[in-house]
């Protein structure tokens, strides 16, 4: 290739991956970038860390109808593959599947020399940007770039322009047994009856009530309040009475600071209790590990 290939450092953070990717979050109505080049469809392969998982057919129909017409307005952005003649997709995936709906033998690329962080990094802004994500893929995302590149919640969140209470909130949901993540990227549960089930240790069943009585967020907000409803225990000696305000507010800033289930349980009529850090992963025992090492050893926090 002739073209000498464009490099955008992480010097200033994201702001520099945004100029080559700030066309595709403004959508169709922006004027077309100029493409690099054309590339035969079979010569680009998906990026294996791309946060979109799920790809709805009727939304590909819908943009490969708008292809056959218009063609491919906004140019894909790829890198290329060492050693081959390929090129990676690192924004515009959605469009390559429906172009090959369409019959297209070649879509306009832009083509960049990202690296693997940059590449992700750029993914997962132009699907968050375009709201295209559901929360547990925006979560992942997230979490992605705190365990593989070293990012802390306070880095993401400068760096994408969300709060930091947007991304701990996300990271908590990912805490959510396998069945009910799959419900909410489904959209059978919203981001709030999920929020609303995180404290709760029979989540699956108190899912499946909420999804076969079309519960609103806050019924099922209530439903997880329930006296009757089966809770841990809440200490020890096995009380059984609801946990205070305070309680669980900590234990929803420990859980984010740290993207795992914590449970705090007070013995009755008395200042001791026990800590309970649940972990689902061994690279979050890892995590914690690392965690707890670094603390001070005289006490103080």
Same mark, same amino acid.
């Given at each position: 290739m002739e073209k000498k290939l464009e490099r955008r450092g992480l010097g200033r953070g994201l702001s520099a991956l945004m100029a080559d990717i700030q066309v595709e979050v403004d959508g169709p109505s922006s004027s077309p970038r100029r493409a690099d080049m054309v590339v035969p469809v079979e010569k680009l392969v998906p990026n294996p860390d791309q946060p979109r998982r799920d790809f709805p057919a009727e939304s590909l129909e819908d943009l490969a109808a708008?292809?056959?017409? !218009?063609?491919?307005?906004?140019?894909?952005?790829?890198?290329?593959?060492?050693?081959?003649?390929?090129?990676?997709?690192? /924004?515009? +995936?959605?469009?390559?599947?429906?172009?090959?709906?369409?019959?297209?033998? #070649?879509?306009?690329?832009?083509?960049?020399?990202?690296?693997?962080? +940059?590449?992700? #990094?750029?993914a997962i802004i132009e699907n968050i940007q375009r709201a295209d994500?559901? /929360?547990? #893929? #925006?979560?992942?995302?997230?979490?992605?770039?705190?365990?593989?590149? @070293?990012?802390?919640?306070? !880095?993401?969140?400068? /760096?994408?322009? !969300?709060?930091?209470?947007?991304?701990?909130n996300l990271l908590r949901l990912l805490q959510l047994p396998d069945d009910v993540q799959l419900w909410l990227r489904e959209g059978k549960l919203t981001a709030g009856h999920a929020r609303a089930l995180i404290t709760s240790p029979n989540a699956s069943d108190l899912?499946?009530?909420?999804?076969?009585?079309?519960?609103?967020?806050?019924?099922? +907000?209530?439903?997880?309040? !329930?006296?009757?409803?089966?809770?841990?225990?809440?200490?020890?000696? @096995? @009380?059984?009475? +609801?946990?205070? /305000?305070?309680?669980?507010?900590?234990?929803?800033?420990?859980?984010?600071?740290?993207?795992?289930?914590?449970?705090?349980?007070h013995e009755p009529g008395g200042e001791r209790g026990r800590l309970t850090i649940r972990y689902n992963t061994l690279d979050d025992l890892d995590t914690l590990c690392r965690v707890l090492s670094v603390m001070p050893r005289d006490g103080s926090i």
């Open positions: 708008s292809i056959r017409q !218009k063609g491919v307005i906004q140019p894909l952005i790829v890198r290329p593959v060492p050693n081959s003649d390929r090129f990676e997709i690192v /924004a515009g +995936e959605r469009r390559w599947r429906a172009s090959q709906l369409a019959q297209l033998h #070649e879509v306009p690329v832009l083509v960049r020399d990202f690296d693997d962080t +940059e590449v992700l #990094e750029v994500l559901n /929360a547990v #893929e #925006e979560a992942m995302g997230y979490r992605a770039l705190m365990d593989r590149f @070293g990012h802390t919640q306070e !880095k993401v969140a400068e /760096a994408l322009s !969300k709060s930091r209470s947007h991304i701990a899912a499946r009530q909420v999804i076969s009585r079309n519960l609103s967020v806050r019924d099922t +907000e209530r439903l997880v309040k !329930k006296p009757d409803a089966p809770r841990k225990a809440s200490g020890p000696r @096995g @009380g059984a009475g +609801e946990k205070d /305000a305070d309680t669980r507010a900590l234990e929803a800033d420990l859980a984010a600071n740290l993207g795992m289930g914590v449970s705090i349980d």
